[in-house]
Each structure stands twice: as C-alpha cells, then as structure tokens.
C-alpha cells in the first residue's frame, strides 16, 4: 500500500483543503504521509515536520537551494530516502520541478524531465506531454518527451500501440515554427506510430493517444483548454437564467450538465505526472480543491502500482537505441 | 461604398459558399468583386476573371510566384491596382499572406504584417495577434505587433487607451520562454498600457484589450478555443440527449444555447485582419459556411470605412519613435 509524501503548505489553499484532501483519500490502499509544520492538525494523519516553506511566487531554483527543509523539497526527499514511495505538491511548480531533479534525480538517459498530463477527451485519455516543465525545449527533448509519453500510455494507461501526434499549426508536415519542424523530422524517424501533426483544434475532441508539444505550448494549451471550460460553462448559465424558460431548462438538465463537469474538471484528474525522474512525482494545481489533492494522491499511488518509474527505466533505453538516438 | 474583391476559389466550400456569402453580404454599403474563372455563376455580382487557382496544400511562396493569375493573387493585386478597396479569401493562409505581400507591400517601418482576430471575450471584444501570421517572432516583432493592435483597438474598435497583455504561462514577468522574457522587457519600456503576462486560461474570459503572441503559439490558442468550444458543446448536447428529462430540459434551453454560440462561433466574427499592410487583407477561415464568407466581407467593409490602414500608417512610427526603435 503506497505511502505517499504530502506538501501540506503547497497550493493556494494550504494547508486546509490539503490536509482535507489527504483525509479523503487515506484508505487501505493509500497512506498519505503529510509534511508540513510542527503542530499542524493533520486529523490524525502521520506528520513529517518541516521548519521552511516556499511560496508560490519564489524563484524556483533559489527558494529550492535556499529551504532544504521546506516542506517541498522534503516531501520529495522523503521518496528519495525511501520513507515515501511517491510525492504530490500543490505548491511551486518550478521550485517542484527544481526540488525533484536535485532530490529525486533523473533516470539515466534523460534530458529533461516533462509534465505529462491525461486529457479526458472524447475519445478517450489523451496524453499531453510536456505540459509545463520546459519552457524551453529543443528537438531531441520533444522526441524523448513522446517516447516517455507513449511508454506511460502503453503501461501505465493500457493503451496498445498508442498513437503519437505533434501539436502544430497545420496537419502538413511542413507547417509549424522551426522547433516544431525538426522536432517533426525526429519523430518521423521514431519507430513510434507517429501520425504526424495534430491541430489544438482536436484536443479536446481526442487528437492522439500521445501529443507531444514544448512546455511553453503545453502550458499555454492545458490552461486554455481548462480556462475555456470553465468560461464556456459560466457563460451558459448565465444566458440560461436570463429567462424563466431558460431557467426551467436549467434545471432539467442539471445533472448531465454536472457530469459533463465532473468529466471535464481538472480537479477530476487532479494532478500530473513529472515523468523521467526515478521516482514517483505529481503536480497538482496551484488552486486545488480537497477533490483534486485527494485525485492526485490516488494519481501518484496509481503511479507506485503500475511502477510507471520502472516502465521507463527499462523501456526508454531501448527506444532510444532504436532510433539511434 | 466599399468594393471588396473576394476570392471565388478560396476555402474548402469555394466557389459555391463564396458566392453566396457575396451575394449575402451585397448591399447599398458593400460591392462584392468576385475573382475567379470565366462562367463561374456569380448571382448577377461582378466577376474578375483568373486562370489559375492556389489550393489549399500548395507551399505558399512557390504557389503565389507560379500563379500570378490565380483568383487569391488576382484579388490582392485589385487592391494595389485601386480597382477593388480591401480583399478577403477564405483559401491557404500562408499564400494569402506571400501574395499581400507581395501585392499590397507592407506598411513603412513594419516588420511583418501580423493576423489579428477579434475574440469575443466576456468582457467584450479582445484582439489576438499574431494569431498566426507568424510562426517563428523575435522579441522586436511582438513589439510592434503590439503597437498595431493596440492601434486597432483604440481607433477601429474604439477602446479608449487599451490595455495590452503577453501571452505566457504565468503572470509574473520572469515566466516564460526566452521569447516571452525579451518580449516582457520590451514591452515593459514601449509606454503602452502594458499590463504583464496574461495566462491563455483568461483569454476567453477577457484577458486585456490586446493579448500579444507569436503566430505559433497564436494560432495554437486561437484553434484551441474554437475546437473546446464546439467540442464541448457537442458533448454537452450529447450528455442531454441521453435521458427524457435532458432532452425536455435541452428544448427549453434552445433559444439561450443558440444566442451563446452565435456570439462565440467564429462564423460570426467571420475572419481576420492581416495588419500592416498597405491596403485592408481579410483572412477567412478555411471551411467558411456562407455566413463567415459574408461577415468577412463586413468585416473588410468595416475596415475600409474606418481606415485601419491610415490610422496604422499614422500612428505606427510616432509609436515606435516613443519607444526608441
């Protein structure tokens, strides 16, 4: 039963809705380890005490050198050391990414790790990958960001033979800015089932098992698509209280308007998986709910069982090799 | 009263679509000149003939050298000949760009023309650029896109000193990409109304009057907001229709989920403007019903009637001058 580590102080509404999120999804399966300061009421729940804290706005890489024992950079020290078998935070992304480099490390051959995140479109999970960690990327980064998103697709997700597609500005090979143009050549050249490219158009509607992308576009694209939902859905009630008919209606369609919501909202897969690193890390966002932390505990538990580290550990060599890399 | 010259082969549904958004969209205040082959059935509107035709997968540059008389290069050329006042095509983006160019020539001072899409946001009308003229930008080229639509906004759109925001993936300055960063810094200095990054989750909330981007990253979120929008309405209609008491619920709310998507579909803001040229270009977009063809050529009209390009003549270099370039 995995035990997972806990930045109680992460997120914009740490550490309430964090500690309640961990109580939701303690269970047999799952044991949240909280690390967060001494005295914290954590409902029972084992504590991990940390005397520093890194703030949402801090620079990443010197608030992760700055506070060893942050709750943070603890939390993922705690999987390093073997006292947790994986960690979430809802704080910094940039000082979770710094804190999980230096802590966690890389699994040998990778570049960079990438913010893999599980798109619930219509056709089914979809994996973006990278959704934020490298705002800058070259090429050769993309490649090893699609062959780490289709071992997690075809291990972790149980999708066969996943198909690979390169977010782009056109379906034509030749369209694209420069990193994209190269990145596609590389990918062409895989091994992997790449399709070529994919318009955001599709995203939601289900363009690839696997859309590779730069952190900056991935990060740009996951917000839109969540931001738009949200706006989307707002705008719709809106106009429908604006008449009794409308209001009426509202009602009656309520519950699939919810479970259209609940389907959609990112608190429902709650987190991401930082991929490429030898151990198990989730991201999860900055405003998380107590819904989302306990998802994305239950993510990075799901993470321990399917041993999503291993599969990569062992797989990406071999896809390297392959291409020639 | 505005003559338009439209191209008659340009779009997915040309000729048939064309013509009829022409022949929807003629009126006391706007002349359609259709550009396309002898014969071709145009309703009564005038016809400027062309032999050749440009479709939709050709490379640009070579296409628009190859055919000086296709409809879409014909079409630009009646605006620089002052035989037509603004021209619109719905057909392959990267050529309407190279024979605007080529035909129209830029404006003194500008870098790169820049497409400019005005997104209905909640809080009112919010222009993109470069929404993907452009898929490779320096720092300087997002500069002066800046300036052009902020010189949009106030004198087309009549937005009292707008204010003007980055797009990147988070709202402080030191978050971005090394593009954005630079960006930032100029911006920063160009004495505009700059108000910082704007994250892409905001956008169709209403993330500022002007949301600066490069074309790649532009156009990415532009077609991410269209394709969330019509997938989740499709999903919702679907989630509806699942039960009795949805599909009730669905009728009632008929009459206010059409208003919505009226307002958001982008048939009805129809097309873009490609700025920085010396004459009013309309980019529609590549599968435009009738409806989107007709509101472009409105949209062209529009532009025409409030000398878009005079007033980006006028202002640009006293801009630029301010800011040091």
Redesign the interface.
Known sequence: MPRVALDALGGDRAPEEVVAGALEAASETLTPVLVGPAGLDTGGLELVESTQEIRM?E?PADAVRAKPDSSLVLACRLVAEGRADAVVSAGNTGAMLAASLLELRRLRGVYRPAIAVVIPS?RGPSVLIDA?AN??ARPEHLLQFAYMGAIFAEDVLGCADPSVRL???GE?P?????L?LEAHALLAASGLRFEGNA???????GAADVVVT????G???L??????????????RE??G??T??K??????????R??RNR?DPDTYGGAYLLGLRGVAVIAHGNSSRTAIANALRLAARGVEQDVVGHLAARLPERAAKAGV
Chains 1, 2 share one sequence.
């Open positions: 706005d620079k219509r934020g705002a800058d977010l782009s500005i034509e030749e369209k694209g800015n420069a994209a318009e955001s158009r599709d995203l939601l509607h730069d952190g900056f576009t990060n740009v694209s917000k839109l698509l969540e931001g738009t939902i949200r706006t989307l859905l707002e705008a719709l106009e429908i604006a008449t008919r409308g009426l209606g509202g009602l009656l369609i309520r519950p699939a308007a479970a259209l959609l």
